[in-house]
């Protein structure tokens, strides 16, 4: 089991930026990857960015070029931030790690980019 924990979540206006958090239980060479998903009200959960076990990251193309994923290994922690935010950009935003063919998820931190 892997539990994950983010933070970091609000309100911003647009051309601003915010740092997410997600904190996993285990350590981030166990999981197969970790990733940033999003989704807004009515539209499916999409995929953000993630970073793999050896630390390659990519991202959607709708993001690339504002969004930054990385991680801290020593704190099992991956980060996502996010520059030049849009308002296009509001969405619940998910952590998600992938542990042994399982899937995980956090709970989900709002973010909201005011025009």
């Known amino acids: 089991q892997v539990q994950l924990v983010e933070s970091g979540g609000g309100l911003v206006q647009a051309g601003g930026s915010l740092r997410l958090s997600c904190a996993a239980s285990?350590?981030?060479?166990?999981?197969?990857?970790m990733g940033w998903y999003r989704q807004s009200p009515g539209k499916q959960r999409e995929l953000v960015a993630r970073i793999i076990n050896s630390g390659i990251p990519n991202y959607a193309d709708s993001v690339k070029g504002r969004f930054t994923i990385s991680r801290d290994t020593a704190r099992n922690t991956v980060y996502l931030q996010m520059n030049s935010l849009e308002p296009e950009d509001t969405a619940v935003y998910y952590c998600?790690?992938?542990?042994?063919?399982?899937?995980?998820w956090g709970q989900g931190t709002q973010v909201t980019v005011s025009s």
């Open positions: 285990r350590s981030i060479f166990s999981l197969s990857a």
């Open positions: 998600n790690a992938r542990y042994v063919g399982d899937i995980y």
